[in-house]
């Protein structure tokens, strides 16, 4: 067996086993009412987009949102920092994944120029004070940072410059970010210094090997939760009445021509 189709196979098994899981686990929130919210956080190109999708993919598309919020209107500018993400938290029984966060304004946006320095310090201030609102009211926050070497990060870029099917990841803020990786680290570790807490802990993970960091997260993730040992409900079909019947639809509707 070649090699890459080694290392899939035993990235495969391990994932389903991790999605099954997940599917358990939001059968726990929406049993137990729960609010569960994860924040994914890293450098451009670290994997957050992809493991989200990996964490999704086989759930109830009804109890869970992915919240990745665009740049802010001009209307968003004037209101209480905090205002627009907090009209994405979790209900009760949901997960919410976030694609980056509010912690834009302690990396993302001193990196660029895109706040003030009162604007920065006033964040970093605030914050274990906003999240502890959150865990007080029994929202369970985890923060993840995915980390990535800067060589493994170009590698990413170029081949995202190469094919036209990823070239929409490249944003203007990616190719400018690409000349800050140093200052974006220094950011980053002054942000988890200051809103590291018991309740809302910063976790990293390395994502230079993507599935690996991946079967990581979420395999961590499922460990924060206190998840009961109870298998999935296991559903009887009733036996149809009659035959199988073919699907006759009206002649009005105009049937899509079959191309393969």
């Known amino acids: 067996m070649p090699k890459q189709d080694k290392q899939d196979k035993h990235y495969r098994k391990p994932m389903e086993e991790l999605q099954l ?8 929130l929406e049993s137990s009412g ?13 994997g957050k987009g992809g493991t989200i999708k990996h964490i999704t993919e086989m759930l109830d598309t009804r109890s869970y949102r992915i919240v990745a919020l665009g740049k802010p209107s001009e209307e968003e500018t004037t209101q209480w920092y905090f205002q627009r993400y907090v009209a994405h938290l979790p209900s009760a029984g949901e997960f919410a994944l976030f694609d980056r966060s509010w912690y834009n304004r302690a990396v993302v946006e001193p990196a660029m120029g895109f706040c003030s320095t009162a604007q920065y310090k006033a964040f970093l201030d605030s914050v274990p004070a906003f999240e502890k609102l959150l865990t007080d009211d029994g929202i369970i926050l985890l923060k993840y940072w995915l980390a990535v ?16 099917l990823k070239r929409w990841k490249l944003s203007p803020v990616d190719m400018a970010a690409r000349q800050k990786y140093a200052e974006i680290g220094k950011l980053r570790d002054t942000m988890i210094r ?11 993970v390395d994502f230079n090997d993507q599935k690996r960091g991946r079967i990581n997260l979420i395999r961590h993730l499922l460990q924060q939760l206190p998840l009961q040992d109870q298998p999935i409900a296991k559903v009887k079909l009733p036996v149809l009445k009659g035959k199988p019947q073919l699907e006759h639809v009206t002649h009005k509707a105009l049937w899509v021509p079959d191309t393969l």
């Open 21 to 28: 899981e997940l599917v358990r686990l939001q059968h726990f």
């Open 34 to 46: 729960k609010r569960l919210l994860v924040i994914f956080e890293g450098r451009d190109a670290a």
């Open 149 to 164: 070497d800067q060589a493994e990060q170009e590698e990413r870029f170029s081949e995202r410059a190469n094919n036209p």
């Open 194 to 204: 200051r809103t590291h807490s018991k309740t809302a802990p910063w976790f990293v």
